[in-house]
């Protein structure tokens, strides 16, 4: 059974800085594909970042504010957040997609950004 957790919510002011973690465990597992998605109240889900090999991939409203990291070895990946704007405020998921199993959604972790 897989499950990822993600930690490192909570309320910043605009302008800040937040890093969001992710841990995928399970046994023998076989990543492919990591990305962190958001959803803000009244809105569906959005794409915001994406590691995959070496690639990454970032939504434009976040390009040059955010950087994803992947550790394969940990089988980790992080959300480093900067600039941080009230736009931003959303529940954010981790996704996981694998070679040999089913993608899988983490619970999320509330972001606020708000003076």
């Known amino acids: 059974q897989v499950q990822l957790v993600e930690s490192g919510g909570g309320l910043v002011q605009p302008g800040g800085s937040l890093r969001l973690s992710c841990v995928a465990s399970?046994?023998?597992?076989?990543?492919?594909?990591m990305a962190w998605y958001r959803q803000a109240p009244g809105k569906q889900r959005e794409f915001v970042a994406s590691?995959?090999?070496?690639?990454?991939y970032y939504a434009g409203s976040v390009e040059g504010r955010f950087t994803i990291s992947r550790d394969n070895a940990k089988n980790t990946v992080d959300l480093q957040m900067n600039s941080l704007k009230p736009e931003d405020t959303a529940v954010y998921y981790c996704?996981?997609?694998?070679?040999?199993?089913?993608?899988?959604w983490g619970q999320g972790t509330q972001v606020t950004v708000s003076s």
């Open positions: 996704y996981a997609q694998f070679l040999d199993s089913s993608p899988s």
């Open positions: 399970g046994s023998g597992l076989r990543i492919y594909y």
């Open positions: 590691a995959i090999g070496t690639s990454t």
